[in-house]
């Protein structure tokens, strides 16, 4: 099947990890503010596989609402705090396709500067760490359930991410996977896109809940939460949604470790 993988900026050199190098986390604004539980699941993860992680401070957002949305300079004023932020990290990971695909592709759109493009190259979505740089396909994890992935536009389109995911999914001990219709379609999250044109968000939101609940998986997964929180808005008002859990990848590929881990 061809899932629209593209053959763009995602055509990066897979340089091997090396042991001890540090890995800066960027988190994505979302994530720190409404799910905490996605970035412990991140550093369990990376920590599992010995990687030294670093949280650069001054870290705030991508910039990319405000790209988004047209307003080109207040863009590029958090741009170049997020590249200061992250100019002396070699390794830069984020739990977000959608945020990656900012960094790496359309910062420089923004601000071709080589000191600015250079640092937007270096982010990567954590499941391309994983499978590309480190060359973990199987966590451990243990999910006996049916499981669905959406597979995100910014991941997909603009970096090339589909194998990564997948991969790791299947490889989840008891998990049933079964694809979801239609995959390639966009969700109708689309950050600012959902406020502005609601309408139509929800009639895209709406395709793709049908065809998640036509699957009768337990669960969806996805490298974005930012799509599950539109998804899962859109179940939650259904009585037959209500059943099915939404999951960032992350939260899914630590089901079943033992409770110590959250203290190595």
């Known amino acids: 099947m061809n899932h629209n993988a593209p053959n763009n900026a995602a055509s ?19 994530i720190d503010q409404f799910f905490p539980s996605i970035g412990r699941a991140v550093v369990r993860l990376l920590r599992r596989y010995g990687v030294p992680l670093v949280f650069p401070d001054g ?25 200061k932020t992250f100019a002396d990290q070699q390794w830069i990971v984020c739990p977000s396709g959608s945020c990656t695909a900012m960094c790496r592709v359309f910062f ?16 990567i979505e954590l499941t391309e760490f994983l499978v590309d740089h480190l060359g973990v396909t199987d966590t451990g994890a243990s999910f006996p359930h049916k499981v669905t992935m959406h597979s995100g536009c910014h991941g997909r389109r603009e970096l090339g991410i589909f194998e990564q995911p997948l991969a790791l999914v299947r490889n989840v001990r008891g998990l049933e996977y079964v694809e979801l219709p239609n995959i390639e379609e966009c969700c109708g999250f689309g950050g600012t896109f959902s406020v502005k044109m609601p309408g139509a968000s929800l009639a895209m939101g709406e395709t793709k ?10 669960a969806v997964v996805s490298i974005d939460i930012s799509c599950l929180m539109h998804v899962g808005g859109i179940l939650r008002r259904k009585p037959e949604g209500r059943k099915v859990r939404t999951m960032h990848i992350a939260e899914l590929l ?8 959250n203290d190595k």
């Open 12 to 30: 990066r050199e897979i340089v091997p990890y090396q042991p001890g190098q540090p890995v800066a986390l960027f988190m994505p604004c979302y």
């Open 59 to 83: 870290q705030t957002c991508c910039g990319q609402p405000a790209f988004n949305s047209g307003y080109w300079e207040e863009a590029r004023t958090v741009i170049r705090q997020f590249c």
């Open 108 to 123: 420089e759109h923004v601000d071709p500067r080589p000191e600015i493009v250079d640092v937007g190259r270096r982010v």
């Open 209 to 218: 809940v049908q065809n998640i609940l036509r699957t009768g998986a337990d």
């Open 254 to 261: 630590v089901e079943g470790w033992e409770e110590e881990d």
